[in-house]
């Protein structure tokens, strides 16, 4: 088993050279390191280079014409790896030095089609401070056939080990939107955590293996929940209506993303190159045009100021069990859906007006 470090980068002089280091502390070395840079204007690719003439692996080096953005530095660095396995590496973290042994293991599991291995990572701050809190809160290994988690589930890209033919034979220029950044393509772990949901089993260990830092240039975020706190509006309602006008461009958004998401999969499962992958490819189709159109009754139910037409689309709403097959980002949580249970109840007796 071949493992390869797929590292995008971008002006990431200050701390790049603590997670080069951080590599070659691997109890299993990786088999080569790529880095692509997204047209740095620091010394950058001169640490790089530098890191490359003694590094106790395979170095390649590539820089773009032009600049791509993260998601899609990310995938090419990807692409260009030659590895079975493929890590994608922050230029601003530290791995701890168990890192790729331990997702290695679990990544040749007998008897399961283990496509990622993603694990916890502990949060600090640009000094390498910890701030007590853990990226994931999950407490045990989860081992799971994929289409077992919430379609919209993604380990971030730092905590992940994947099969390379997530990137190397699917094509990802046309993957869809992000429906969180206007203008982008949906973000490169969000891709390959997409696939490997609808592909084959997924590995969530709850071992901090990375040392997340976080400060002012930081690309990655927490993923903010969609109720957020309006500070500017004043009394619960006022704050409940701002809230329903924001929630149902947001839910448009993600529902236009989502169905261009099931076509993206019809159009892969009618391929004949990935013929073997038809059947789940096929069911993912009907996944997200099924989130799709519960994610438009939501848009709805948030933005509608006719009363008897929200309690309409709320009965849809939990007919069609969404809080449930679509909820969470990472896993599916019991607090969190009972939380936006609450908050579609009570949009659609106090909605907009």
């Given amino acids: 088993m071949r493992i390869s470090v797929a590292m995008a980068t971008f002006n990431g002089e200050r701390f790049i050279a603590e997670q080069l280091t951080s590599l070659c502390a691997q109890t299993r070395l990786p088999d080569e390191l790529v880095v692509c840079d997204d047209q740095s204007s620091d010394r950058t690719l001169d640490l790089v280079e530098q890191f490359a003439r003694t590094a106790p692996f395979e170095v390649r080096i590539h820089r773009n014409e032009r600049n791509l953005g993260f998601g899609d530095n990310f995938l090419q660095a990807a692409n260009r790896c030659r590895g079975d396995w493929i890590a994608f590496c922050d230029q601003d973290d530290v791995w701890l030095p168990d890192k790729l042994a331990t997702a290695e293991r679990y990544a040749q599991m007998p008897g399961r089609n283990v496509l990622v291995v993603a694990h916890n990572a502990d949060v600090v701050d640009a000094s390498l401070v910890p701030s007590g809190v853990r990226y994931l809160t999950l407490r045990k290994t989860m081992i799971c056939e994929g289409r077992k988690l919430p379609n ?83 009394g619960l309602l006022r704050q409940l209506r701002t809230l329903a006008v924001r929630g149902a461009d947001t839910y448009q958004r993600h529902a236009q993303a989502a169905a261009h998401q099931a076509a993206v999969f019809g159009r892969l499962a009618r391929d004949p190159r990935f013929a073997e992958w038809g059947e789940p490819l096929r069911s993912a189709e009907a996944d997200y045009a099924g989130l799709s159109d519960w994610l438009l009754d939501r848009s709805r139910l948030y933005g509608d100021p006719r009363l008897s037409r929200r309690i309409g689309f709320l009965r849809r709403l939990l007919a069609a069990n969404g809080h449930i097959r679509f909820n969470g980002y990472y896993l599916r949580n019991s607090r969190k859906i009972l939380k936006d249970l609450s908050f579609d109840l009570a949009i659609a007796v106090h909605g907009p007006r």
């Avoid at 696939?195 to 903010?224: E, K, M, N, W």
């Fill in 152 to 234: 919209l589930w993604v380990a971030s890209g730092f905590t992940m080990l994947f099969r390379a033919d997530l990137v190397r034979r699917i094509p990802y220029d046309d993957r869809g939107p992000d429906p969180s950044i206007p203008g982008a393509a949906l973000a490169h772990d969000v891709w390959v955590c997409r696939l490997a949901r609808i592909l084959g089993d997924v590995v969530i260990l709850p071992q901090s293996l990375v040392l997340y830092r976080r400060h002012a240039a930081t690309t990655s975020a927490f993923l903010a929940g969609g109720n957020q706190r309006v500070k500017e509006s004043k």
